[in-house]
């Protein structure tokens, strides 16, 4: 098994960070939509509630100026924080890794077009890594000034990954990021 990626194609690292990211985030949104439609009294999680005076901000509830994690029980709010700040920590470990370890020279199923539109891609999603988590850290912490920004985020992540996904799975270079797939360029 090699760590590092390399002529070889994705290291076991780059694998790793790359899932590892694709569970939190599939936690992450279970957890948001279930936060926007469970709304246990406390305020629902986007915002929106049923009349004038119910859910208003991030699962607060009430007329509260701001949440307090640390006299809040453990539930599905408290699950979404953890899950952004774990995704923020992933994040800022797949620049790290990047930077430290070079990708693999890309596969020669992909033109040019589509080597530029896929570095194009990732990196919009490896922004939208820090942007959606801090945006709704902020929202639960402090209110709707952000809330353009967090859904925003969320339709252009939506969006570069159905290119991403699209283009990898059209050119059949899925294989590459797979666990135990054969070694081979990018």
């Not at 453990?74 to 370890?101: M, N, Q, Y």
């Not at 959606?132 to 859904?151: F, N, Q, Y």
């Amino acid at each position: 098994m090699r760590w590092r990626n390399g002529e070889h194609g994705y290291g076991a690292v780059t694998k790793a960070l790359h899932w590892g990211t694709v569970a939190l985030l599939v936690a992450q949104f279970a957890v948001g939509y279930a936060m926007d439609a469970d709304d246990g009294g406390r305020g629902r999680g986007r915002g929106r509630g049923r009349g004038e005076e119910s859910g208003r901000g991030r699962g607060r509830g009430g007329d509260e100026a701001s949440y307090d994690l640390l006299d809040a029980p453990f539930g599905l709010v408290e699950l979404h924080l953890a899950l952004a700040g774990a995704i923020l920590v992933v994040a800022l470990a797949r620049v790290v890794w990047r930077r430290a370890t070079p990708l693999p020279p890309w596969s020669p199923r992909l033109g040019e077009r589509d080597r530029r539109l896929l570095g194009a891609v990732e990196r919009a999603l490896l922004v939208l890594l820090f942007v959606i988590p801090a945006t709704g850290v902020a929202l639960v912490l402090g209110g709707d000034d952000l809330l353009w920004l967090h859904v925003g985020a969320h339709v252009a992540f939506f969006l570069a990954l159905a290119v991403h996904v699209g283009l990898v799975v059209r050119r059949r270079v899925t294989g590459r990021m797979l666990p135990g797939a054969p070694l081979s360029g990018r």
